[in-house]
């Protein structure tokens, strides 16, 4: 099948600008380096931040930065400083805001910077941005880094795919400056194992896209609860809200949020890498699969997981070590959500580039005013 649409192309794309953004930030490696570090130096908390799929980035990279310079950051998404600053920042505060953006544009990307500028006592920046024309691109100062990714990830689409990845992927990067040069190989195994992935599994994530569910429900532990949030947004949005996603972790889908489970429902397991988290997922998976029905189930993991595929509707096999670092493994599972949200689009008669029919949604945000 021949496919002509913006989304198919820059789902496709996504190895080979991980390895375009893996070169700018290697090619910045002294310059990155002294920036952060003389601000960590200075006690200076960093915060993830950006708005809706930009924002998930953070969720996902905030707990898989335990090991890296970037330990105990926080994720605190633009729309939530833009409302409430005071909770979050004061004079005392010295903040190195990381701000996720593929634009640059939306209103709440600029007014965040600005409001972080006024409430905390000393802030420096690093703008990970897709768009060398938009607002935060063109910001100078000398307590601003800014990374500017590949002119294609500035995705044309409505849906942000390869713009989430590779920010996510930067930013990663940037956690690890320190061994940058090592961790070549790492990013390399992501992007040959995803490219073949998406191969691999193209039809199969077609077939499942076909059939009639009316919910999707994307469940992971740790950063991978982070990529079923995200997973969650690409699947809603591309059908246009014809399919209502939710997610959450597989422990805290127990209390409460199961109740979403029904006929018309697709389960799309992240499974973890590491064996000890696996069992508390793997219980979940078996729960659901002898106690409900259910319109199919998917599981997503990396090689070697002991998981028992045969009852699953598709088992989406990463031929990537469990040892890979979290924040770059991470990156590798949400091609899966990306490509069944273009093919329920497709299924459902809409254009994926442009999915929104009802007109809720935009490429960027309109109607926001900043008080």
Known sequence: MTHT????CEIKQQPATWLSSYDIVHAR?????????????????????????????????ECSFFNTIFRGARAIATTDIITNPGLYFDSRSKVLLVSFARSGNSPESVAAVNLVEKTAGKVAHIFITCNAEGELAKKKGNNILTILLPPETNDKSLA??????????????????????EDYPLVQTVANAVGKAIERYENDIKEIAA?????????????????????????????????????????????????????????????????????????????????????GAVAVYMKGCDTDSSPLDLSVELDIPSSMPSCYGAVAYIFVAQMLGLFKSMALGLNPDTPSVSGNISRVVEGVTVY
């Open 5 to 8: 649409n913006y989304t198919y």
């Open 29 to 61: 490696k002294k310059e990155i380096s002294e920036f952060v570090h003389k601000h960590l130096d200075e006690d200076y908390s960093v915060v993830l931040t950006g708005a809706g799929t930009s924002a998930y980035i953070g969720d996902a990279l």
């Open 160 to 181: 942000m795919t390869s713009s989430y990845s590779s920010m996510l992927l930067t930013c990663s990067l940037i956690s690890h400056i320190d061994t940058i040069d």
């Open 211 to 295: 059939r009639d569910f009316k919910r999707a429900v994307f469940l992971g532990s740790g950063p991978l609860k982070g990529v079923a949030e995200e997973s969650r947004l690409k699947l809603q949005e591309l059908t246009d809200g014809a399919v209502m996603c939710a997610f959450d972790s597989f422990l805290g889908f127990r209390h409460g949020p199961k109740a979403v489970v029904n006929q018309d429902t697709l389960l799309v397991y992240l499974l973890s890498p590491n064996a000890d988290v696996r069992r508390y997922e793997m219980d979940l998976v078996n729960q659901i699969r002898k106690g409900n029905k259910i319109k």
